[in-house]
Nanobody, 114 residues
């Protein structure tokens, strides 16, 4: 089973993107889910998470700009990214929290550049 991230692309600084994470079955509704990112030469980091209760948490660098949400009926988790900065450039992945090795997909590339 892999979680499929989509919605990335090239955007100018200050722009917005919405990422989607789709999974089969009820994986995303029975587990906490996180959006992770890995920039070139850096370790993968958790940037946003949503618990089964709906409680959300964000890394400081994206607070106030990113919003994570979940649609259980569609088995999908979203990451709305606003006011994007060049330092947000990375491959974005979704996985459960804590992560499960088999759930890593290919991710989706987000590039913020003028």
């Amino acid at each position: 089973v892999q979680l499929q991230a989509s919605g990335g692309g090239l955007v100018q600084p200050g722009g917005s993107l919405r990422l989607s994470c789709a999974a089969s079955g009820s994986i995303l509704s029975i587990n906490g889910t996180g959006w992770y990112r890995q920039a070139p030469g850096k370790q993968r980091e958790l940037v946003a998470a949503i618990a089964t209760s709906g409680l959300t948490n964000y890394v400081n660098s994206v607070k106030g700009r990113f919003t994570i949400s979940r649609d259980n009926a569609k088995n999908t988790v979203y990451l709305q990214m606003n006011s994007l900065k060049p330092e947000d450039t990375a491959v974005y992945y979704c996985n459960t929290v804590p992560t499960k090795p088999d759930y890593w997909g290919q991710g989706t590339q987000v590039t913020v550049s003028s």
